[in-house]
């Protein structure tokens, strides 16, 4: 099994930006789909960005253009770079892994690993 780290989180102001990176341990985290999640008081925990082990990205929509996520190999690490950040992107982000699959696992419930999340805070 692999183990998940999330570091990076942190307050920032709106338009700011910040760099997620989740560390991997166990296991390479090309054996995996990768995702980032997060979740804010009070709402249910949502899909930001997948990746597949061949670098194929997914985003959601209020997230496209403003986010980018990759993984080095080589450093067993995924990351999240987020810019132009605003208010309503201030949650508690996770990283997750999923068993290997040839498209993008888009639900929570298909993860079996998940870090212990890092909070964003973004001030208006």
């Known amino acids: 099994q692999v183990q998940l780290a999330e570091s990076g989180g942190g307050v920032v102001q709106a338009g700011g930006s910040l760099r997620l990176s989740c560390a991997a341990s166990g296991r390479t985290v090309s054996r995996y789909n990768m995702g980032w999640f997060r979740q804010a008081p009070g709402k249910e925990r949502e899909l930001v960005a997948a990746?597949?082990?061949?670098?194929?990205?997914y985003y959601v929509d209020s997230v496209k253009g403003r986010f980018t996520t990759s993984q080095d190999n080589t450093k067993n690490t995924l990351y999240l770079q987020m810019n132009s950040l605003k208010p309503e992107d201030t949650a508690v982000y996770y990283c997750?892994?999923?068993?290997?699959?040839?498209?993008?696992?888009?639900?929570?419930?298909?993860?079996?690993?998940w870090g212990q999340g890092t909070q964003v805070t973004v001030s208006s």
């Open positions: 997750a892994a999923a068993p290997l699959r040839p498209f993008f696992v888009t639900q929570a419930s298909r993860y079996n690993y």
């Open positions: 990746i597949t082990s061949d670098g194929s990205t």
